[in-house]
């Protein structure tokens, strides 16, 4: 049994749209076809997306900690060059 939702839920687009290599967006992390349809799904659909949306991000930020870091030369780093 769906439970009643008092509130719409609002998208969680941050009006930034561009997407990664895989099509979904990369601040809001919904295909484009979430996207476009977002104001024709039930509530439970857009829950579904929403959690969809968490373990898009969480998988980013996993892959992203996995990247090598890039060094810093030490004698470089150590002053500012901008004058």
């Known amino acids: 049994m769906d ?4 509130f719409d839920i609002p998208s ?5 749209c561009e997407t990664d290599k895989q099509g ?4 809001c992390y919904r295909s484009r076809d979430e996207r ?10 857009k829950q579904d997306v929403l959690r969809l949306c968490k373990q898009r ?12 870091q890039p060094q810093l030369d030490p004698l470089t780093s150590q002053f500012d060059l901008n004058f």
């Open 36 to 45: 476009f349809k977002w104001l024709t799904l039930s509530d439970s659909q």
């Open 57 to 68: 991000a969480a998988r980013r930020r996993y892959l992203l900690s996995q990247q090598p």
């Open 12 to 16: 969680p687009c941050k009006r930034v």
């Open 3 to 6: 439970q009643i939702e008092f």
């Open 24 to 27: 979904y967006c990369i601040t």
